[in-house]
């Protein structure tokens, strides 16, 4: 049970990470979500 919750609290870290990095590549992307 251990194992399964540490993978998926990678899998939350890995989501958030590439998030964050698809927004500091594309700040026209937070623009528009604002309009």
């Known amino acids: 049970m251990f194992l ?3 993978s998926c609290y990678r899998i939350r ?3 958030i990470v ?3 990095g ?3 590549k594309h700040p026209c992307w ?3 979500t604002n309009v």
Do not use: F, G, I
Request: proline share 0%.
């Open 18 to 20: 590439s998030l964050l």
């Open 13 to 15: 870290l890995t989501l």
């Open 22 to 24: 698809v927004l500091a």
């Open 30 to 32: 937070l623009e528009q």
């Open 4 to 6: 399964l919750s540490t």
